[in-house]
């Protein structure tokens, strides 16, 4: 198993044809090593390049989160706490990033504060006034 950085996953989940070199590098070292290991800062980080650099909805970064999800050659670190964000993000407003921080406080038995009013509507989240 290997672990991947942000560029690396975007190159194996999008085949860019701007990218196509970089594309066919990153599967070839994937094949090899038979499974990729992904951080959760490099989930949170996908999903912004999803939304920022390639425009896309989260209607269409659906299927992307599933793929990593029941792909047995991707290991999500706390994929728990992935399932739960992703659950939370798909059908919520908030972002990708929010919902992580919410699961992984829910994990701790914690009530999370912040000031973003998407977030503050879920339960366990405090709006801070």
């Known amino acids: ?4 950085d942000t560029n690396i996953l975007i190159r194996l989940l999008v085949n860019d044809p701007g990218q196509s070199e970089q594309v066919e590098t990153a599967r070839r070292h994937v094949k090899k090593e038979g499974a990729v290991f992904i951080p959760q800062v490099v989930q949170v980080e996908t999903v912004w ?3 920022s650099a390639y425009k896309l909805a989260r ?7 599933e793929h990593l999800e029941r792909n047995a050659a991707y290991t999500l670190q706390n994929r728990s706490s992935f399932q739960r ?6 059908k919520g407003s908030a972002d990708f990033s ?3 921080i919410l699961a992984e406080n829910q994990q701790e038995k914690l009530q999370l504060l912040t000031f973003d ?13």
């Open 49 to 51: 390049v999803l939304e």
């Open 98 to 100: 929010d919902y992580l």
């Open 85 to 90: 964000a992703m659950k939370l993000y798909l």
């Open 59 to 65: 209607r269409q970064i659906a299927p992307v989160l």
């Open 1 to 4: 198993m290997i672990a991947v």
């Open 117 to 129: 009013k998407k977030l503050g509507k879920q339960a366990g989240v405090v709006l801070a006034k």
